[in-house]
């Protein structure tokens, strides 16, 4: 079974410039997340899909962030303009959903990611 | 905003020996994971314990949870050059917009052989 796939892997910028990431999560897994990972943290939740519907962008920058799932399976992030404290590596995860309650069994799969530089 | 704060920050060990990280957090959890990222790549899920155990066996790999203290700690034994990675344990509590992970700032853990 394949997992969940990023690209690009790598990608420089300048400053000012817009980039964007593409995310295909596992087949039939219906939520999905983008998270930011700095250097020596854990990784820090962007947004969370359920199907195609955002249920939490409440940590997204929406100045100059955007994301979207059109058809509830793939999903670009896109940052228009980045400027320097954006490098960092973009993260995508997926499951199979969120149950809720206090058994909620949330494992989550992560793609690779792509690691961002802005100069 | 990062809940989990994990202990110690690195750690440096030989191969064979146990290596011990500790994971505290701040408000009530559904449960909470453990996941492992190799250098340059994505995380991986090593466990789950819910609020309601006390321990958990995978393996190799031993976690405890303490929700009265508010902490976990993850035992890997018998280590191998093989775990040598970053190791974040995961917060899972219901907020605002349902359930979600919210991750430490890890542990590096470097097995030498």
């Known amino acids: 079974e394949a997992g969940v796939v990023q690209s690009p892997r790598y990608k420089i910028i300048e400053k000012k410039q817009p980039v964007a990431f593409w995310c295909n999560p596992i087949s039939g897994h219906n939520t999905l997340y983008w998270y930011r990972q700095n250097l020596g943290q854990g990784p820090e939740l962007l947004i969370r899909?359920?199907?195609?519907?955002?249920?939490?962008d409440s940590q997204l920058p929406k100045d100059r962030f955007s994301a979207e799932r059109l058809k509830g399976v793939d999903s670009t992030l896109k940052i228009q303009p980045a400027e320097l404290g954006d490098s960092a590596v973009y993260l995508c995860a997926s499951s199979l959903g969120v149950a809720g309650g206090w058994s909620s069994y949330n494992e989550q799969f992560f793609g690779p990611g792509t690691r961002l530089t802005v100069l | 905003s990062q809940q989990g704060e994990e202990d110690p920050q690195a750690l440096s060990i030989q191969e064979g020996e146990n290596a011990t990280m500790n994971c505290s957090y701040k408000?009530?959890?559904?449960?909470l994971q453990w996941y492992r990222q190799n250098s340059g790549r994505g995380l991986v899920h090593l466990i789950l314990i819910r609020s309601n155990e006390r321990e958990k066996h995978s393996g190799r790999l031993r976690v405890t949870l303490d929700t009265s203290k508010k902490s976990s700690s993850l035992l890997i034994t018998a280590s191998r050059a093989a775990d040598t990675a970053s190791y974040f344990c995961a917060t899972d509590a219901t907020q605002k917009y349902g359930n979600k992970l919210v991750f430490g700032a890890g542990t590096i853990l470097r097995v030498k052989s």
């Open positions: 408000t009530s959890i559904n449960n």
């Open positions: 899909y359920e199907n195609e519907e955002a249920v939490d």
